[in-house]
């Protein structure tokens, strides 16, 4: 393969859903043994967490799946609909927000709800944000972005038919 393929995460803030599912995805691609051939990164619409460390919640409920999120939120930027080839939305206020944005500044990304991936999704399916909920709510979150991403790297390889 002669070039990356490139994946972003968004979310609202960019501390519990996007970067949990970067490092799911990360992880995914770990035991598939092909991180070298994906940049992969996660970001916000909103400015509100610039900075923060993913939310301690998700970070627990990652960790008991083997997973670590590193990283610090950062809001997505004109460039990122350049710079990547997949942005995946947790959410429709997301995904509605990225596509007017991409409108306003171009670019070729293409625009996904993760849950299109999710063998238990559907149309219009959406990751839920655990935000103000309880614990159950992030281990919830955890599976749904655990099926969404490993079912989405399946659709990007065979897209791609470079990677086998």
Same mark, same amino acid.
């Given at each position: 393969?002669?070039?990356?393929?490139?994946?972003?995460?968004?979310?609202?803030?960019? +501390?519990?859903?996007?970067?949990?599912?970067?490092?799911?995805?990360?992880?995914?691609?770990?035991?598939?043994? +092909?991180?070298?051939?994906?940049?992969?990164?996660?970001?916000?619409?909103?400015?509100?967490?610039?900075?923060?460390?993913?939310?301690?919640?998700?970070?627990?409920?990652?960790?008991?799946?083997?997973?670590?999120?590193?990283?610090?939120?950062?809001?997505?930027?004109? =460039?990122?609909?350049?710079?990547? =080839?997949?942005?995946?939305?947790?959410?429709?206020?997301?995904? +509605?927000?990225?596509?007017?944005?991409?409108?306003?500044?171009?670019?070729?990304?293409?625009?996904?709800?993760?849950?299109?991936?999710?063998?238990?999704?559907?149309?219009?399916?959406?990751?839920?944000?655990?935000?103000?909920?309880?614990?159950?709510?992030?281990?919830?979150?955890?599976?749904?972005?655990?099926?969404?991403?490993?079912?989405?790297?399946?659709? +990007?390889?065979? =897209?791609?038919?470079?990677?086998?």
């Amino acid at each position: 393969m002669s070039q990356e393929i490139s994946v972003l995460f968004v979310c609202l803030g960019n +501390i519990c859903r996007s970067p949990l599912a970067e490092g799911v995805f990360r992880h995914v691609l770990d035991e598939r043994k +092909i991180s070298d051939r994906f940049l992969v990164d996660s970001a916000g619409t909103g400015s509100w967490h610039v900075g923060e460390s993913p939310d301690h919640r998700s970070a627990r409920s990652a960790a008991t799946h083997g997973v670590i999120l590193t990283g610090h939120a950062r809001q997505v930027q004109p =460039e990122d609909f350049r710079r990547f =080839e997949y942005i995946l939305a947790m959410d429709q206020s997301n995904l +509605i927000h990225l596509q007017e944005y991409r409108d306003r500044v171009g670019g070729e990304a293409a625009l996904y709800l993760l849950r299109e991936f999710d063998p238990e999704g559907g149309p219009g399916a959406e990751v839920p944000d655990p935000y103000y909920g309880g614990p159950n709510g992030f281990e919830e979150v955890y599976n749904i972005v655990d099926r969404s991403c490993r079912a989405l790297l399946n659709h +990007i390889l065979e =897209e791609s038919g470079t990677l086998r």
